[in-house]
Each structure stands twice: as structure tokens, then as C-alpha cells.
């Protein structure tokens, strides 16, 4: 079955960076993008971008961009989100997410910016 | 941006009655290709997101014949037929019509 696994939770201080991973099993990788989609606490759901899977091409949205990347290890079936120069408010839970063959999301990752 | 317009915030619902949740949508989700690119999506507590309509009125795999969604254009909404103790959560509509994809500010569901 399809399974979308993220690495653990995080606590990282202001302008520190971190990395967050998305392992993809259960179907070819490289068959459907990855979303990543940010939840603040008790807040509701703001989609960040999209990584096209077989050409590594990232799309951000507004708000999203310089110091959020996403990347790819497609030889692990792995997505990846990366944040630099954390600040307090970029403290939520991070979701991948691939809607294609199907709707799958991750379990979540909470990152907390705290000094 | 799309703007998704979600009402009301909150309901509570004595179990076996019906809901309703209203989604407006800023611009018109009917694409040239004549689908309509709104979605419905219930997130429990401690959960990510699952999908319950898609496109509109279509139930996505497994979920309950009481889920429905209708509506056309710019507004839409899902209701359940028979509210049961494990349809809490907050439900979000969500757009896809145009990047970047939109959801609604959320409506909470819980049980009298």
C-alpha cells in the first residue's frame, strides 16, 4: 500500500536551518508529485509548492520562496523540505502530500523555532 | 490567489442529524477541460488531512455514502446526512483549479 513516511518532530533555534524527509513507498516515485503543505498550530492548511518527481523542477508559492527548498533523492524514493534561517513563526506541522493514483499525505513533521 | 470562503466556523451536531458546510469560492473552479477542481477534506484531531469529495460531488474511495457534495461555479457544499462521533474534526474545501491550490479557513465539527 502507499506510504508516505516523514521524519520526526524538530527543535531548532531562530536561524538555525532543517531538513525535513518524505519517503514515498508502495508506488513508483517518479509517477507523481509531491505538495508540501504547512499547518501552523490551530490554525488551518497553506499549500507551500510542488516538486515534479521526474524532472526535480520545484514551484513555490508566494511567501514560500529563498529560504524554503524542496528537493529529491529519487534512488531512496525520498522527497525533501528544507528551512533556512528558521524565525519563530515558521513553527508548524509540515506535510508532504501526493494526489496522483490516489490521495496520500504524510504523518506530519512539527518544527518548532525556539530560542 | 483563489480566495475559499468556508461557513459557518463551527457546528455542533447532536449525533443522526444532518450537517451542512457552505464553500464560495472567489472566481469560478469550472475549468475548460469541464471538470470542476473543488475538493473536500476532513482533518481529525492529531491527523493530516484525508480526502472525502472530489471534484465536486465525488466520493473518494471509502468514504461513507452520508458524505455528499454538490454545487457548481463558485459555490459548494458537503453535507452529511447522519452526523456519527467519527466525523469530528475540521473540514476544509480546497481548490485546484489555479496554483497555488487554496483551501477555506476551516469549519469545526463537534458532537453535542
Known amino acids: 500500500q502507499v506510504q508516505l513516511v516523514q521524519s520526526g518532530s524538530e527543535l531548532k533555534k531562530p536561524g538555525a536551518s532543517v531538513k525535513v524527509s518524505c519517503k514515498a513507498s508502495?508506488?513508483?516515485?517518479?509517477?507523481?508529485?509531491m505538495n508540501w503543505v504547512r499547518q501552523a498550530p490551530g490554525q488551518g492548511l497553506e499549500w507551500m509548492g510542488w516538486i515534479n518527481t521526474n524532472t526535480g523542477n520545484p514551484t513555490y508559492a508566494q511567501g514560500f520562496t529563498g529560504r524554503f527548498v524542496f528537493s529529491l533523492d529519487t534512488s531512496v524514493s525520498t522527497a525533501y523540505l528544507q528551512i533556512s534561517s528558521l524565525k519563530a513563526e515558521d513553527t508548524a506541522v509540515y506535510y508532504c502530500?501526493?494526489?496522483?493514483?490516489?490521495?496520500?499525505w504524510g504523518q506530519g513533521t512539527l518544527v518548532t523555532v525556539s530560542s | 490567489d483563489i480566495v475559499m470562503t468556508q461557513t459557518p466556523l463551527s457546528l455542533s451536531v447532536t449525533p443522526g442529524q444532518p450537517a451542512s458546510i457552505s464553500c464560495k469560492s472567489s472566481q469560478s473552479l469550472l475549468h475548460s477541460d469541464g471538470k470542476t477542481y473543488l475538493y473536500w477534506y476532513l482533518q481529525k484531531p492529531g491527523q493530516p488531512p484525508q480526502l472525502l469529495i472530489y471534484e465536486v460531488s465525488n466520493r473518494f474511495s471509502g468514504v461513507p455514502d452520508r458524505f455528499s457534495g454538490s454545487g457548481s461555479g463558485t459555490d459548494f457544499t458537503l453535507k452529511i446526512s447522519r452526523v456519527e462521533a467519527e466525523d469530528v474534526g475540521v473540514y476544509y474545501c480546497?481548490?485546484?483549479?489555479?496554483?497555488?491550490?487554496?483551501f477555506g479557513g476551516g469549519t469545526k465539527v463537534e458532537i453535542k
Open positions: 502530500a501526493s494526489h496522483g493514483g490516489g490521495d496520500y
Open positions: 508502495g508506488y513508483t516515485f517518479t509517477s507523481y508529485a
Open positions: 480546497m481548490q485546484s483549479i489555479q496554483l497555488p491550490q487554496t
